[in-house]
């Protein structure tokens, strides 16, 4: 069966700590990851896609993730975060016939 | 236009109340989505319309019932609702099967009380 696994659940750092949220998925086909950001009571904003080619991906607010085919991972970094990175993030995958494959979500909080 | 519009964006109702959610999208998208989300969950998938015809209904409750008027809007109306109802209500969109991506709406705050 799909799945996609976030393996820390809650990750407290300090202001200009580097991030790094584990994603890894299990799909047999051609992946589509993706990383969502949650801020506290707003809607789900795609921070980064991948589809194929260079697997190291930029997306916005300075996030970067590395496709790893060989690892099944996709992982969330960032050199320094701010106060403004807290939020929950979400991996996904798309799977087959419209449908995104959810990780549990890691909640970040960043102490100013 | 990059935005998926939801309204109402809290909704209180009893559970023997008639309601609905709407939601639209100018972006020619033309997959619609809704999902549910609890809280500190990933949302669920609910329906899934395609070029406005219902693709995917993952077996949810005869009391939501999506409807696509066209291929701008999506409403989901709600009836004989139970309090485990309350939750988070999503509406996406994608350009096709959602390869680039799917973009939320801010979501609609449902309470049943």
């Known amino acids: 069966a799909q799945s996609v696994s976030q393996h820390n659940h809650h990750v407290i750092l300090s202001e200009a700590a580097s991030l790094e949220l584990g994603c890894n998925y299990s799909?047999?086909?051609?992946?589509?990851l993706f990383w969502y950001v949650q801020y506290p009571g707003q809607h789900l904003q795609l921070l980064l896609k991948?589809?194929?080619?260079d697997p190291l991906v930029k997306g916005i607010k300075g996030f970067e993730a590395e496709f790893i085919k060989s690892k099944f991972s996709f992982n969330l970094r960032k050199p320094s975060v701010q106060w403004s990175d807290t939020a929950e993030y979400f991996c996904a995958v798309r799977g087959s016939n419209y449908q995104l494959i959810w990780g549990a979500g890691t909640k970040l909080i960043i102490k100013p | 236009d990059t935005e998926v519009t939801q309204t109402p964006k809290h909704l209180v109702m009893g559970m023997t109340n008639k309601k609905s959610l709407k939601c639209e999208q100018h972006m020619g998208h033309r997959a619609m989505y809704w999902y549910k989300q609890k809280a500190k969950k990933p949302p669920e998938l609910m329906f899934v319309y395609s070029y406005e015809k219902l693709s995917i209904n993952e077996s949810v409750p005869s009391r939501f019932s999506p409807e696509c008027p066209n291929s701008s809007l999506l409403n989901l109306h709600l009836h004989a609702l139970q309090p485990e109802d309350s939750a988070l209500y999503l509406c996406?969109?994608?350009?096709?099967?959602?390869?680039?991506?799917?973009?939320f709406g801010s979501g609609t705050r449902l309470t049943v009380v």
């Open positions: 991948y589809f194929s080619g």
């Open positions: 996406a969109s994608s350009q096709g099967t959602g390869v680039d991506g799917y973009t």
């Open positions: 799909y047999g086909g051609t992946v589509n």
